[in-house]
Nanobody
């Protein structure tokens, strides 16, 4: 069992930045790949980015060059640095863990956090 808690969401103007954190407890966090997903109101949950156990990364095209994922296994935490935010980035952001990398489908992830709201105003 892995428990995940996201934090760092908020309201920001377009062009601004936020850093999300995903803190894990439970089983060995470093043995999992970690992904970030987002879900806008009325839309399906979509893949944003994933990081493997060794630090390899895989980004959705929509966030390449703007978002950066990193992990600190000593702190059992994964970070998502989001720069040059756009109104279309507005969503609830979720982190999740999977035993495979890279994986982009919701069904492949085993444990999920409760989400953190990111709102980007124009």
């Amino acid at each position: 069992q892995v428990q995940l808690v996201e934090s760092g969401g908020g309201l920001v103007q377009a062009g601004g930045s936020l850093r999300l954190s995903c803190a894990a407890s439970g089983r060995t966090f470093s043995s999992y790949a970690v992904g970030w997903f987002r879900q806008a109101a009325g839309k399906e949950r979509e893949f944003v980015v994933a990081i493997g156990r060794s630090g390899g990364t895989y980004y959705a095209d929509s966030v390449k060059g703007r978002f950066t994922i990193s992990r600190d296994n000593a702190k059992n935490t994964v970070y998502l640095q989001m720069n040059m935010l756009k109104p279309e980035d507005t969503a609830v952001y979720y982190c999740a863990v999977a035993g495979w990398f890279p994986v982009t489908t919701v069904q492949t992830y085993d444990y999920w956090g409760q989400g953190t709201q990111v709102t980007v105003s124009s």
